[in-house]
């Protein structure tokens, strides 16, 4: 049987703001199940690049980078990135103070500016990313969402796979980044469980976990 791929899912629980992980730690472990092991870890400050080189993927969902967050962690993770580790972005991961943590927007090649509140969205395949291989089978949805808006930044090569409609204008959710060698994804969805409970965007979040550790 070949070895499972070692996951770091990082995410804020009892001392999350907006974006607890609780349950949603679990609901991921279970939907990558099949070829890779889920390790979570709350302490993400003390995060090296030692330590992260013992994983094939790391998954952030931290909710308070600029509480609990550390330049030696958002360091250890950009350098993990550039030296060919494989990093997720989901949601709340990418937003990080420019002048404390300026790696993790950088890394995710966008800052998040605002929200407007909670609402359906529907999600389409932006047509120069229909051929990616995370899209294969891929097919519209709507679900319950956060409306995240970004700047995005030129640091990095981006692909977009997926965008949104909100107040008539389309907007980007989720891209892949070309980052010195790694493979970074950013899934702008999972505000709460519900979003992780969704099947087409469980699809969506588990080839991009596939494609990132090379399964695809």
Request: proline share 4%.
């Amino acid at each position: 049987m070949q070895e499972k791929k070692k996951v770091l899912f990082i995410g804020d629980f009892k001392h999350a703001n907006w974006h607890p992980a609780t349950d949603i730690d679990q609901i991921i472990s279970e939907l990558l199940s099949e070829t890779m092991a889920v390790t979570v870890e709350e302490d993400y400050a003390s995060l090296t690049l030692e330590t992260l080189r013992e994983y094939d993927l790391l998954i952030n969902y931290a909710d308070q980078w600029k509480d609990r967050g550390s330049a030696r962690a958002a360091g250890a993770i950009a350098a993990y990135a550039a030296t060919g580790g494989a990093v997720i972005g989901l949601h709340s991961g990418i937003i990080a103070p420019l002048d404390q943590y300026q790696e993790i927007p950088m890394l995710f090649g966008a800052r998040f500016t605002n929200h407007p509140p909670y609402t359906d969205l529907t999600y389409e395949a932006v047509d120069s990313g229909k051929s990616h291989p995370i899209m294969e089978g891929f097919q519209s949805f709507t679900m319950g969402e956060e409306p995240y808006m970004f700047e995005m930044n030129n640091f990095g090569r981006l692909e977009h796979l997926i965008d949104y409609e909100y107040e008539g204008e389309r907007r980007p959710a989720d891209w892949i980044v070309h980052f010195g060698l790694g493979r970074i994804v950013y899934l702008a969805q999972g505000h709460d469980p519900r979003s992780f409970r969704n099947a087409d965007f469980q699809k969506l979040l588990l080839r991009s976990a596939l494609w990132a550790t090379g399964q695809l």
